[in-house]
């Protein structure tokens, strides 16, 4: 498992690399953000079909279909809105993707005629929508505004607090941290994974310095950002935890050896994706 967690690592943040040197480069569109966009845009629906086969296997009725649709309305409205320069028309239009979303779900399962679990299906689809659509809305915010260097480099900031819990864990762990929802987490565990992302975090502010201002992060923002990012970000992970621990599952998927699913990978960086915005926001010159 380590062994291939090793090997598949490296290739996603290969690909990351990659994904940002073609944004900088406007391979895909002029404007910065737009290879995310599209990359989001691919990857909203593997991470939605996980999450519905998931929720499925609680019991509750859940169509691949109906939260892969909603989650993309949730995501085209937010995109939409962030290009409306206008603040109350943007906030309206982004309001919109969860009525969209929502109103997907419900009109899909009563169509069906069968009134049990409807409602509670429609509103499972709806929270999928929300994890899975809406929330990489806020890491395209921040591309926009900051610049897809400095974003790229608070996901590994994210991931580095995923990496430094894992290791610290194995190495110092002893003090389970909530044994009911995810057994093999430690305090330990936990504390080196926010000691590491604050670490990581002040290695990504000091690389930016002398960049323009709106992609300057300060020390002091890269540091409390970490340990913030690191916090939210292990709170996304038992987020899926309790879903997976619900459906009997070990991962999301298989299709990344060694980490299992899109989601399995994702589940920090989402649920991360506001409080980075706002890291950015209050952390740089611009």
Same mark, same amino acid.
């Given at each position: 498992?380590?062994?291939?967690?090793?090997?598949?690592?490296?290739? %996603?943040?290969?690909?990351?690399?990659?994904?940002?040197?073609?944004?900088?480069?406007?391979?895909?569109?002029?404007?910065?953000?737009?290879?995310?966009?599209?990359?989001?845009?691919?990857?909203?629906?593997?991470?939605?079909?996980?999450?519905?086969?998931?929720?499925?296997?609680?019991?509750?009725?859940?169509?691949?279909?109906?939260?892969?649709?909603?989650?993309?309305?949730?995501?085209?409205?937010?995109?939409?809105?962030?290009?409306?320069?206008?603040?109350?028309?943007?906030?309206?239009?982004?309001?919109?993707?969860?009525?969209?979303?929502?109103?997907?779900?419900?009109?899909?399962?009563?169509?069906?005629?069968?009134?049990?679990?409807?409602?509670?299906?429609?509103?499972?689809?709806?929270?999928?929508?929300?994890?899975?659509?809406?929330?990489?809305?806020?890491?395209?915010?921040?591309?926009?505004?900051?610049?897809?260097?400095?974003?790229?480099?608070?996901?590994?900031?994210?991931?580095? &607090?995923?990496?430094?819990?894992?290791?610290?864990?194995?190495?110092?762990?002893?003090?389970?941290?909530?044994?009911?929802?995810?057994?093999?987490?430690?305090?330990?565990?936990?504390?080196?994974?926010?000691?590491?992302?604050?670490?990581?975090?002040?290695?990504?502010?000091?690389?930016?310095?002398?960049?323009?201002?709106?992609?300057?992060?300060?020390?002091?923002?890269?540091?409390?950002?970490?340990?913030?990012?690191?916090?939210?970000?292990?709170? &996304?992970?038992?987020?899926?935890?309790? %879903?997976?621990?619900?459906?009997?599952?070990?991962?999301?998927?298989?299709?990344?050896?060694?980490?299992? &699913?899109?989601?399995?990978?994702?589940?920090?960086?989402?649920?991360?994706?506001?409080?980075?915005?706002?890291?950015?926001?209050?952390?740089?010159?611009?």
């Amino acid at each position: 498992m380590l062994r291939q967690r090793l090997i598949t690592g490296p290739i %996603l943040i290969g690909l990351l690399i990659l994904l940002v040197w073609l944004d900088a480069r406007g391979v895909a569109g002029t404007g910065s953000g737009t290879v995310f966009a599209v990359a989001f845009a691919m990857l909203i629906p593997l991470a939605a079909a996980e999450a519905a086969a998931l929720v499925r296997a609680c019991g509750t009725r859940c169509p691949t279909s109906l939260a892969t649709v909603a989650a993309l309305a949730m995501y085209f409205a937010g995109f939409a809105a962030s290009k409306i320069a206008d603040p109350a028309l943007a906030i309206g239009v982004a309001m919109l993707g969860p009525v969209v979303g929502f109103g997907v779900a419900m009109v899909g399962l009563a169509s069906t005629r069968r009134i049990r679990g409807a409602f509670v299906g429609a509103a499972a689809i709806a929270g999928i929508a929300i994890w899975t659509g809406l929330l990489p809305v806020f890491w395209l915010l921040a591309i926009e505004s900051h610049g897809a260097w400095l974003v790229a480099g608070l996901v590994l900031v994210v991931k580095a &607090g995923d990496i430094g819990a894992y290791f610290t864990g194995m190495l110092a762990g002893r003090r389970k941290m909530i044994e009911w929802l995810s057994p093999k987490k430690t305090i330990e565990g936990g504390l080196g994974g926010i000691a590491f992302a604050a670490l990581v975090g002040a290695g990504v502010a000091r690389l930016s310095e002398g960049a323009p201002p709106d992609a300057e992060l300060g020390l002091l923002a890269g540091v409390i950002g970490g340990i913030l990012l690191a916090i939210v970000g292990a709170g &996304g992970d038992l987020l899926e935890s309790l %879903l997976k621990r619900a459906a009997g599952a070990k991962d999301s998927g298989s299709v990344l050896p060694g980490m299992g &699913g899109v989601l399995d990978v994702l589940d920090s960086p989402l649920v991360a994706g506001p409080v980075a915005w706002i890291v950015l926001r209050l952390g740089t010159g611009g």
